[in-house]
């Protein structure tokens, strides 16, 4: 019912930026708090930067001050400016939201697919 396509991934040098977008479609209701997540190698899948519906941002601790996480609730797209990237935050990416549906207006938790940032000399 709902789908989440990121886009914005790729290879990137030490002290570099990338941008990561996630856009929302389907039988879309209202979105409440979106986010990002990451999952390195061998590694548990982490909270990076998530967004309520009112705009109120929490980070983690390793990514403060470098990352940078927005959203246009009037596209439905969410997302993370990456500045300052070093090596381990090399990792997959994928995006997450909190969408109430048209259908009954249940709640749905939804993810993309991800997309793969790679921060390499």
């Known amino acids: 019912q709902v789908q989440l396509v990121e886009s914005g991934g790729g290879l990137v040098q030490p002290g570099g930026s990338l941008r990561l977008s996630c856009a929302a479609s389907?039988?879309?209701?209202?979105?409440?708090?979106m986010g990002w997540y990451r999952q390195a190698p061998g590694k548990q899948r982490e909270l990076v930067a998530a967004i309520t519906g009112g705009g109120s941002t929490n980070y983690a601790d390793s990514v403060k001050g470098r990352f940078t996480i927005s959203r246009d609730n009037a596209k439905n797209t969410v997302y993370l400016q990456m500045n300052s990237l070093k090596p381990e935050d090399t990792a997959v990416y994928y995006c997450n939201a909190g969408v109430v549906v048209t259908t009954y207006y249940r709640y749905l938790e939804v993810w993309g697919q991800g997309t793969l940032v790679t921060v390499s000399s």
């Open positions: 389907g039988s879309i209701f209202s979105i409440n708090a």
